[in-house]
């Protein structure tokens, strides 16, 4: 089996990894000489709208699938016309665009912060008196990791947040007190077959994933599982799909999806019986899923900026260390390392001493 990925980072990389002991090969598209993803495929090296390497793409690969929303969706679009791509270029479109994603939850029944639409600088002005503040106002597309996004706490914001966004479609979002952000990570196979793995709780840092932790028997578990359910089925989805949402006493408001495989699921990897990246190869190939079922306490640190020597993370009873082979800036993921416990105390005190290699500042 030859399978295509569109982008070539670390999410792409991991798929490739998932699927050598299958016996599957990969192309890679992506426009950077050096991707993360490279060494593991036969790399297709440039633009994501360059109709010559889609069309060598299509013929050669027999099914595609991406590993980020911001390539383009005429791309994606353009592939399905020519091949079978997994998750749809319909299910991109939504997940996309916020406003998009925000209307579907609402019309699927799946709780939200209030939003609205905002157009020019009255629609802002309309929205912050319907919603109040504190809000968020955020581009609509091409935004993550925090980026595309600024919290209006006073009217005296306003003027600031429009002359930095203003020239893209935004939507502003009632800013959530929520108790803690936790994220559920589905698969749903070709003929309708349906996994879940325990819900990750999730700590941020600069608006970016530092700590994913593992939470089996979690009494959210069930409620999210129900609304990424319903993600899955009104998309006809294909693959793995992430559902992020905020935690306010008993009840679950949805963030975000993400139509591929996750940050906050990498944990999978060595903690999982089946991993997340495996899983959504066998989806998008039409193979039976393999056990979601967690091995031990789990929890997964991110390296970003910077990453520990090997041997310092290795030291550490119970870890796994993922380099991907980037090179290191501000900002920027170069690695995670997956921990695996007997109990949860020994988990807590893994995770610190992660947390230490990773940002020494940082305890939990």
Known sequence: MIVGIVGGGQLARMLALAGYPLDFEFLILDPVPDASAAPLGAHLCGNYNDRALLADLAKRADVVTYEFENVPQESIKYLAEHTAVHPSHHTLAIARDRMREKTMFRELGIPTAPFAEVNSRSDLENAVAEIGLPAVLKTRTLGYDGKGQTVLRSPADLDTAWKQLGSMPLILEGYIPFDREISVIAVRGLHGETKFYPISENTHRDGVLLLSTSRPDDPMQQQAQNYAKRLLDSLNYVGVLALELFQVGETLLANEMAPRVHNSGHWTIEGAETSQFENHLRAILGLPL?????????????????????????????AHLHDYGKEARPGRKLGHATLRAQNEKMLAEGINQLLTLAQPEIKI
């Open 290 to 318: 393999g056990a979601t079922t967690p091995v031990g306490y789990v929890a997964m640190v991110n390296f970003i900026g910077t990453i520990p020597k090997p041997e310092q993370v290795l030291a550490l009873p119970g």
